[in-house]
């Protein structure tokens, strides 16, 4: 069949062996030897055809036909000078093997024609319409595959500036040796620019697919190389999602929401991979990768596990990145991808998990060495009025959970001390070697949860120390942890950046808390430090590193209101709770909560409406802790510069210091009868005090944090190599 190109022709199909065209005279052979077979596709300024060389032997080719129509001068005159730059950037690119061919660019007939070699083999649009989802494996094959070729494309200086799904041609298996091996090709140069410097300088055409395109070409019609690598990004998000772009963004802020997507869907994907996808599709063009090489480099720099992220690992020989370029050219070498690329996360993984925690652990933010904890604890007080005995417990009780019984054993552990009559016992459960972050009693007083450097929170029984259950859902350390008044609930918090919800009864996961974007990370920019719960139980608040506290609502897990007034890390945050009688439902002080953070202000925030009331300032240093007393009357505070101070709610001002600790303070407590204060400290004690009078009634060898039982008669601490000691009035 022969296709007629004129575009008023009501019936252009014509046989092959005819030179016009038989229903409108036309002639139907371009240039006397490119013979037009079917369209094959339409746009704004020009059809596509599937044509034959008779020249070539009867050689597949394609040709594109520029029409301008309906269009004014200006348009039309741009899409002409596009459509020339597309054969004047097939011709430089030249012969590469994943680049279409150009035979030849000319006018005929009044209209202006391109033809190109023919790709046979679908778009990865048309695949993912067909096939579904792309798996993790087949995004790392099309970063090593395409990011060789935008390499090349940007060393000859020139910007694609569209790339998307249907621009990526996959080759068809059986013709795949014509392009030697490669798998994948890009096409449709239309919108191509140089790379000088003089052309970047200028403001540019706005060109590029929305959702696709980075916003400096949206806006200013600027492109670099980092702007094509984030077209490659948002392609891989939606080949990953099978959501289009434009449905990946929240129209109030601009960021992406690709990961609700996923986790909707039911599907994870390495971190190496969230990471990397996450530097290609940043707004800024400096906090991108800046060439493919760098990203190249990167990924072929490293060595890791399978691809998902909670799978047995895998040994695997690095791979420089001319053994990756040649395995492109040798694919029957290659190992499985997910062996090669997921080798290459787990040592990156390694490194970052270290630097970030280094960044957010309280711990190691306090440069806190544990060895110090019992070092310090030899003098413990410098308060001439104590004398305490320095001789050990006998009956310090340890719970090893490695005992199949469970049975308790009678130790003698040197360091804990009792140093007076009013404390006269210890309990010291332990179940690991870790450092406990955080802890929670329940309203009754029977159960605890602690969470821990090693991503689980634990539930025990208070008065055995019996290990009742493993909580298992985060993937970093747990930082903190709060529980409902009803004690069915707990919701916890860490390095993660994730919320979640936990079913005590069940002894399941409840709910995931999602930001307003849609993401899995409750709090994208940093870790979450501190979690607390309304008295009415139905509102969660949560203070991050990323410097803002959010509220949620706990029965949905849906985003209601976002604070960023604190300067720094928000260390903590807490509810004013008045008490659990029902008149006290309605109590003013029952809508407020308070927050502490690193940049040493304390600030008091109305619940219902989110307004700051109050900023306490008096810490020469971070606050990490603040607890209220039991009619919300007075709060709590402690912090780096070794004291706690205690603060009147309603006037701001500071009614007492409390000092004798000779390192930060990382905890407070305070009974439910507002007669004794806790504090936690990198000195190694915990100390007790007259929150009346500040006198120090006692200084115990503990550690943060600290918590109070609902009756007042136990206390509960931190103790060194992840022991949880319990002390009893």
């Given at each position: 069949?022969?296709?007629?190109?004129?575009?008023?022709?009501?019936?252009?199909?014509?046989?092959?062996?005819?030179?016009?065209?038989?229903?409108?005279?036309?002639?139907?052979?371009?240039?006397?030897?490119?013979?037009?077979?079917?369209?094959?596709?339409?746009?704004?300024?020009?059809?596509?055809?599937?044509?034959?060389?008779?020249?070539?032997?009867n050689t597949s080719c394609v040709v594109k036909q520029f029409f301008p129509q309906n269009h004014n001068l200006i348009s039309t005159e741009k899409a002409s000078e596009l459509f020339k730059r597309e054969a004047e950037q097939l011709l430089k690119l030249g012969d590469n093997p994943q680049i279409p061919t150009l035979y030849a660019y000319f006018e005929e007939q009044e209209n202006l024609y391109l033809v190109e070699q023919f790709i046979a083999g679908k778009t990865l649009l048309q695949e993912l319409e067909e096939q579904g989802v792309f798996s993790e494996n087949k995004i790392w094959e099309i970063l090593l595959e395409l990011l060789p070729l935008l390499k090349f494309i940007h060393e000859e200086k020139v910007i694609h500036r569209d790339i998307k799904p249907e621009n990526i041609l996959r080759f068809n298996t059986s013709r795949s040796l014509e392009k030697g091996k490669h798998k994948l090709v890009l096409i449709d140069f239309g919108v191509a620019k140089l790379n000088s410097q003089d052309f970047a300088s200028e403001i540019g055409t706005i060109t590029g697919t929305l959702g696709y395109a980075p916003i400096e070409q949206i806006r200013g019609g600027k492109a670099y190389p980092a702007s094509d690598l984030y077209s490659l990004g948002m392609t891989c998000i939606h080949l990953?999602?099978?959501?289009?772009?434009?449905?990946?963004?929240?129209?109030?802020?601009?960021?992406?929401?690709?990961?609700?997507?996923?986790?909707?869907?039911?599907?994870?994907?390495?971190?190496?991979?969230?990471?990397?996808?996450?530097?290609?599709?940043?707004?800024?063009?400096?906090?991108?990768?800046?060439?493919?090489?760098?990203?190249?480099?990167?990924?072929?720099?490293?060595?890791?596990?399978?691809?998902?992220?909670?799978?047995?690992?895998y040994q695997v020989e690095k791979k420089s990145l001319e053994e990756i370029q040649k395995t492109q050219e040798e694919p029957e070498k290659v190992p499985h991808i997910s062996i090669i690329v997921q080798a290459e996360v787990e040592a990156w993984k390694n490194r970052q998990n270290v630097a970030e925690s280094n960044e957010y652990k309280r711990g190691k933010i306090f440069h806190n060495n544990i060895n110090s904890h019992y070092q310090s604890t030899q003098k413990l007080s410098e308060e001439p009025h104590l004398n305490y005995q320095s001789?050990?417990?006998?009956?310090?009780?340890?719970?090893?959970?490695?005992?199949?019984?469970?049975?308790?054993?009678?130790?003698?552990?040197?360091?804990?001390?009792?140093?007076?009559?009013?404390?006269?016992?210890?309990?010291?459960?332990?179940?690991?070697?870790?450092?406990?972050?955080?802890?929670?009693?329940?309203?009754?007083?029977?159960?605890?949860?602690?969470?821990?450097?090693?991503?689980?929170?634990?539930?025990?029984?208070?008065?055995?120390?019996?290990?009742?259950?493993?909580?298992?859902?985060?993937?970093?350390?747990?930082?903190?942890?709060?529980?409902?008044?009803?004690?069915?609930?707990?919701?916890?918090?860490?390095?993660?950046?994730?919320?979640?919800?936990?079913?005590?009864?069940?002894?399941?996961?409840?709910?995931?808390?999602?930001?307003?974007?849609?993401?899995?990370?409750?709090?994208?920019?940093?870790?979450?430090?501190?979690?607390?719960?309304?008295?009415?139980?139905?509102?969660?608040?949560?203070?991050?590193?990323?410097?803002?506290?959010?509220?949620?609502?706990?029965?949905?897990?849906?985003?209601?209101?976002?604070?960023?007034?604190?300067?720094?890390?928000?260390?903590c945050v807490t509810y004013a709770k008045v008490n659990n009688t029902d008149t006290a439902k309605n109590h003013p002080q029952n809508h407020i909560f308070a927050s502490s953070s690193a940049d040493s202000s304390i600030k008091i925030w109305q619940a219902g409406t989110c307004v700051s009331l109050k900023t306490l300032r008096g810490h020469s240093g971070g606050v990490y802790s603040i607890a209220f007393t039991s009619d919300a009357q007075a709060i709590a505070s402690g912090g780096a510069d070794r004291t706690i101070k205690l603060w009147d709610v309603r006037t701001g001002e500071l009614l007492n210091i409390f000092k004798g600790h000779s390192r930060a303070v990382l905890s407070v407590a305070i009974t439910p009868d507002s007669q004794i204060l806790a504090s936690g400290s990198l000195d190694g004690t915990v100390k007790l005090w007259n929150l009346q009078t500040g006198k120090l009634l006692d200084s115990l060898c503990g550690y943060h944090p600290v918590q109070f039982t609902s009756d007042g008669k136990t206390l509960v601490s931190g103790g060194e190599g992840g022991r949880i000691l319990i002390w009893k009035l």
């Open positions: 069949m022969s296709y007629c190109l004129n575009l008023h022709c009501q019936q252009p199909q014509n046989p092959n062996d005819v030179e016009f065209c038989q229903a409108c005279g036309s002639k139907l052979l371009l240039r006397g030897h490119y013979q037009v077979i079917k369209p094959i596709g339409n746009g704004s300024f020009g059809r596509t055809f599937l044509a034959v060389d008779l020249d070539r032997f990953l999602t099978q959501i289009a772009p434009n449905q990946l963004f929240d129209p109030f802020s601009g960021e992406l929401i690709w990961r609700s997507h996923l986790v909707q869907q039911g599907r994870e994907i390495s971190d190496r991979l969230e990471k990397v996808l996450d530097k290609l599709v940043k707004d800024l063009v400096k906090e991108r990768y800046q060439s493919a090489t760098e990203l190249l480099t990167e990924i072929s720099h490293k060595s890791t596990p399978n691809i998902h992220p909670k799978t047995h690992i001789k050990p417990l006998n009956n310090v009780i340890e719970f090893e959970k490695k005992k199949a019984n469970l049975s308790s054993t009678k130790t003698k552990i040197r360091n804990y001390l009792k140093l007076s009559q009013l404390w006269k016992s210890v309990q010291i459960i332990q179940e690991h070697n870790v450092s406990i972050n955080t802890i929670a009693i329940s309203p009754h007083g029977f159960t605890l949860i602690t969470g821990s450097d090693d991503k689980i929170i634990r539930l025990w029984n208070l008065k055995t120390g019996q290990l009742l259950h493993k909580f298992l859902g985060h993937t970093a350390e747990v930082y903190t942890i709060a529980i409902t008044a009803d004690g069915r609930r707990i919701f916890s918090g860490g390095d993660d950046r994730t919320i979640l919800a936990w079913n005590l009864q069940k002894k399941t996961i409840a709910d995931r808390f999602y930001s307003h974007l849609g993401y899995p990370y409750s709090h994208r920019g940093g870790a979450i430090l501190s979690v607390a719960i309304s008295p009415d139980n139905e509102t969660v608040i949560s203070g991050s590193a990323d410097h803002t506290i959010k509220l949620w609502n706990q029965r949905n897990g849906e985003l209601l209101c976002k604070l960023h007034e604190h300067l720094d890390k928000v260390f």
